[in-house]
Nanobody, 121 residues
């Protein structure tokens, strides 16, 4: 069993910035991904990063969100800027034990519990 532990979720003002972290012992070894789920909505993929470091983003979030790894801290990061009213939700990280990230969320092997993000106007 792989444990993924997210942190960093807080309330942020619209237009502000926030960085989330997901710690796991083998973050660098596999594909990692951030998902988010707003109340009453489907879980959606936010950003992923392959084992070799290739990032991919949801089209609507390109330019505002950045996914990366902190190798020293064994963490996956999600830097979010210019936060918008549609950004709140539970953000969770997931791991797929393969090099290339899958296209379906059902193919991810392990999930964190999530961290809450709210945006105030």
């Amino acid at each position: 069993q792989v444990e993924l532990v997210e942190s960093g979720g807080v309330s942020v003002e619209a237009g502000g910035s926030l960085t989330l972290s997901c710690r796991s012992p083998n973050t660098r070894a596999y594909c990692m991904c951030w998902f988010r789920q707003a109340p009453g909505k489907e879980r959606e993929e936010v950003a992923s990063i392959s084992r070799l470091g290739t990032p991919a983003y949801a089209d609507s979030l390109k330019g505002r969100f950045t996914i990366s790894r902190d190798y020293a801290e064994k963490a996956l990061l999600l830097e979010m800027t210019n936060m918008k009213p549609e950004d709140p939700g539970t953000y969770c990280c997931a791991q797929a034990q393969r090099s290339v990230c899958p296209t379906q969320k059902e193919e991810y092997d392990y999930w964190g519990q999530g961290t809450q993000v709210t945006v105030s106007s």
